[in-house]
């Protein structure tokens, strides 16, 4: 055969004007016909568990040429396929009888593309290096969400979606983050970013939660209707089942006795310093 040039990516024969009389057929069907079959459909298997370059013989059937790599060597050591550092396309099989990985990447070497056992992926050149672009058993059981594990597809079985309800389990702290919008209370949230108050209390706003201030030793939590709660004084103590009302005789707070209101104390009653107690008009405190 007198053919002398070949394509750069794939080595097909490049016949030249007036070049192979009378043998014209024999060519085409050997150096171009079959060998493009071959790149278009064809299957190069390896089935030895050892690092493989592949054969890139021009003009002539060859390893590298081929659409489809088939790995069926079975080994526990991940294995590297290097292919000719041209444009080019693969699909590659990883059906190894054992649990190894291997390798699609480039002359140099390049990174490439790992496969892992029992997986498969379709890459291409980018120009420098080999890149997934397809491919992929999804990974985990059924309902299981996929994500992207280094690059292959990973599932976890403590999150799952049915098509209509999305369930999440098992979950430790902080492994799970929402976004910055508020989830809806309908939804299981709260309709608020509030930081719950070191010694508050949480609240109903009618549309999210909330929390009050503070509380300070000795003060309960009053109700002021659709309002937010509010610290207030504790009602006056009661004691011998509610027979004896008890006070103290030391006012350490000021206060001031609003409109509508009356007071009574057992004297004798001192203000502390710096405090005081206020009257308004119109109101009585009776100390006896």
């Known amino acids: 055969?007198?053919?002398?040039?070949?394509?750069?990516?794939?080595?097909?024969?490049?016949?030249?004007?007036?070049?192979?009389?009378?043998?014209?057929?024999?060519?085409?069907?050997?150096?171009?016909?079959?060998?493009l079959d071959t790149a278009i459909?064809?299957?190069t298997?390896?089935?030895?568990?050892?690092?493989?370059?592949?054969?890139?013989?021009?003009?002539a059937t060859n390893q590298a040429r081929s659409a489809i790599i088939n790995w069926t060597?079975?080994?526990?050591?991940?294995?590297?396929?290097?292919?000719?550092?041209?444009?080019?396309?693969?699909?590659?099989?990883?059906?190894?009888?054992?649990?190894?990985?291997?390798?699609?990447r480039g002359t140099g070497p390049t990174t490439g593309v790992t496969i892992p056992a029992g997986d498969q992926a379709m890459v291409a050149w980018n120009g420098s290096d080999f890149e997934k672009v397809g491919g992929g058993n999804p990974a985990g059981s059924n309902t299981q969400i996929q994500f992207?594990?280094?690059g292959n597809f990973g599932a976890a079985a403590g999150l799952t979606w049915n098509?209509?309800?999305?369930?999440?389990?098992?979950?430790?702290?902080?492994?799970?983050?929402?976004t910055t919008t508020p989830l809806a209370i309908a939804s299981g949230g709260t309709n608020s970013n509030a930081t719950p108050t070191l010694g508050g209390v949480g609240y109903g706003t009618g549309t999210a939660h909330a929390y009050t201030a503070s509380g300070t030793a000795g003060k309960v939590l009053?109700?002021?209707?659709?309002?937010?709660?509010?610290?207030?004084?504790a009602p006056t103590p009661s004691k011998a089942s509610g027979a004896l009302l008890v006070n103290t005789t030391t006012v350490s707070e000021s206060y001031v006795l609003p409109a509508g209101s009356n007071a009574f104390s057992v004297g004798p009653i001192t203000i502390a310093d710096t405090y005081t107690v206020t009257v308004s008009s119109g109101q009585r405190w009776v100390v006896i």
């Open 1 to 35: 055969m007198a053919v002398v040039n070949y394509t750069p990516l794939l080595g097909l024969a490049l016949p030249t004007t007036g070049d192979l009389v009378g043998i014209w057929g024999t060519t085409v069907n050997t150096a171009l016909t079959s060998l």
């Open 41 to 43: 459909a064809g299957t």
């Open 45 to 59: 298997t390896l089935t030895s568990d050892a690092d493989v370059t592949l054969t890139d013989t021009d003009g």
């Open 73 to 104: 060597a079975s080994g526990t050591v991940t294995r590297n396929i290097t292919a000719p550092a041209v444009s080019k396309v693969y699909i590659v099989f990883n059906n190894t009888g054992s649990t190894q990985s291997i390798v699609i």
């Open 148 to 150: 992207n594990n280094a």
């Open 163 to 178: 098509g209509t309800t999305m369930t999440a389990t098992n979950l430790s702290a902080g492994s799970l983050t929402l």
């Open 222 to 233: 009053t109700s002021n209707g659709a309002a937010a709660p509010t610290w207030e004084d």
